[in-house]
């Protein structure tokens, strides 16, 4: 979803208009749940998925309309479709039950156009989010407000209240797991790619200016500055989801973040360098005081043996273990 926000925010930062297509109920086998979002652009074009087949080419064609038809912002509808096996079976889909969705118009100087601007900025900081949309049910169905407020959820899946007027769809937004790269030089430079395109939130840190800039890392989430890397975990040492990569310019900062990550209780510790360099480190902290169990914490040599050798294919085993590591929590 962080992916998504971020792409709608580029419409908006661009000036576009656009149709927001929203999942609010499902029931059923239907190939998406509540939540699942869509945007259709004026050219057609799509971003996001409401499931596909039926459902999805209706919410196209309604889109369509009220882009071609110069819909105002906040113009509405509601719409339901059945997705029983025998309205699906012409799109080769294999369905029970039905799915509604809220098609909402949004101008890029709209309310909607505004909440995904605050949110995509929200979810690159980390901060969770509830988005509540008030529709208007009358005839002519609108979105009458749009409130964006910041704080852990009550929940993690959204909640669609159609009893009374105005009716209320109120959504989660929980920031994904959170990558601290340390070192911004070529291999950090791709893991940061690679990484925010397998829905991390990525964040890049260095003490060097000309490295560490939004131009070499368009896609991380956050680039930071750092005056050394002494205190460099500091601002997430108590974060039980954090992932560390530390891939900085030599051996002495490794160690340096290192000695900083393994205080910390990130789930994921990862440093470059060969078996030779990642033992001098181990000795050099185990004489510091670290215990054993400390430096098992530390995956190193990074990555999954993939035999690579550009930074490139380093990026691919390092992203890679990551997505191992993350999908044996859930």
Same mark, same amino acid.
């Given at each position: 979803?962080?992916?998504?926000?971020?792409?709608?925010? @580029?419409?908006?930062?661009?000036?576009?208009?656009?149709?927001?297509?929203?999942?609010?109920?499902?029931?059923?086998? /239907?190939?998406?749940?509540?939540?699942?979002?869509?945007?259709? *652009?004026?050219?057609?074009?799509?971003?996001? /998925?409401?499931?596909?087949?039926? @459902?999805?080419? *209706?919410?196209?064609?309604?889109? @369509?309309?009220?882009?071609?038809?110069?819909?105002?912002?906040?113009?509405?509808?509601?719409?339901?479709?059945?997705?029983?096996?025998?309205?699906?079976?012409?799109?080769?889909?294999?369905?029970?039950?039905?799915?509604?969705?809220?098609?909402?118009?949004?101008? $890029?100087?709209?309310?909607?156009?505004?909440?995904?601007?605050?949110?995509?900025?929200?979810?690159?900081?980390?901060?969770?989010?509830?988005?509540?949309? *008030?529709?208007?049910?009358?005839?002519?169905?609108?979105?009458?407000?749009?409130?964006?407020?910041?704080?852990?959820?009550?929940?993690? &899946?959204?909640? +669609?209240?159609?009893?009374?007027?105005?009716?209320?769809?109120?959504?989660?937004?929980?920031?994904?797991?959170?990558? %601290?790269?340390?070192?911004?030089?070529?291999?950090?430079?791709? /893991?940061?790619? &690679?990484?925010?395109?397998?829905? +991390?939130?990525?964040?890049?840190?260095?003490?060097?200016?000309? %490295?560490?800039?939004?131009?070499?890392?368009?896609?991380?989430?956050?680039?930071?500055?750092?005056?050394? +890397?002494?205190?460099?975990?500091?601002?997430?040492?108590?974060?039980?989801?954090?992932?560390?990569?530390?891939?900085?310019?030599?051996?002495?900062?490794?160690?340096?973040?290192?000695?900083?990550?393994?205080?910390?209780?990130?789930?994921?510790?990862?440093?470059?360098?060969?078996?030779?360099?990642?033992?001098?480190? %181990?000795?050099?902290?185990?004489?510091?005081?670290?215990?054993?169990?400390?430096?098992?914490?530390? %995956?190193?040599?990074?990555?999954? $043996?993939?035999?690579?050798?550009? $930074?490139?294919?380093?990026?691919?085993?390092?992203?890679?273990?990551?997505?191992?590591?993350?999908?044996?929590?859930?």
């Amino acid at each position: 979803m962080k992916a998504f926000v971020r792409d709608v925010a @580029g419409l908006v930062q661009a000036g576009e208009p656009f149709v927001l297509a929203t999942v609010v109920e499902s029931s059923g086998s /239907t190939p998406r749940s509540s939540g699942a979002k869509m945007a259709v *652009r004026r050219d057609g074009a799509i971003i996001g /998925t409401v499931g596909g087949g039926l @459902g999805e080419a *209706r919410a196209c064609r309604a889109a @369509g309309d009220m882009l071609s038809n110069g819909a105002a912002d906040g113009e509405a509808r509601l719409m339901f479709v059945d997705m029983t096996q025998e309205l699906a079976a012409d799109s080769d889909m294999i369905c029970g039950g039905g799915l509604s969705m809220l098609i909402e118009m949004a101008a $890029p100087d709209g309310e909607c156009a505004r909440a995904y601007a605050e949110l995509d900025g929200m979810l690159r900081k980390g901060i969770p989010a509830t988005l509540t949309t *008030r529709i208007d049910g009358g005839n002519s169905p609108r979105v009458v407000g749009h409130e964006l407020v910041a704080g852990r959820p009550a929940g993690d &899946v959204p909640v +669609f209240t159609r009893d009374g007027d105005p009716m209320i769809l109120a959504e989660p937004f929980i920031p994904p797991a959170p990558l %601290y790269i340390f070192g911004a030089g070529h291999v950090s430079r791709f /893991t940061a790619r &690679v990484a925010a395109m397998v829905g +991390f939130r990525t964040v890049v840190l260095d003490d060097r200016e000309e %490295y560490a800039n939004r131009e070499r890392f368009p896609e991380a989430d956050e680039v930071v500055v750092l005056p050394s +890397f002494a205190g460099c975990c500091d601002s997430f040492k108590d974060d039980a989801e954090a992932f560390v990569v530390i891939v900085t310019r030599g051996h002495l900062h490794d160690r340096t973040v290192l000695a900083e990550a393994l205080r910390t209780k990130a789930r994921y510790v990862g440093m470059i360098g060969s078996s030779t360099k990642r033992n001098k480190i %181990y000795d050099s902290l185990l004489a510091d005081g670290f215990t054993r169990a400390d430096i098992e914490r530390c %995956y190193s040599p990074i990555g999954l $043996p993939l035999g690579g050798q550009t $930074p490139e294919e380093i990026a691919v085993s390092i992203v890679g273990e990551l997505i191992q590591v993350r999908a044996a929590k859930a």
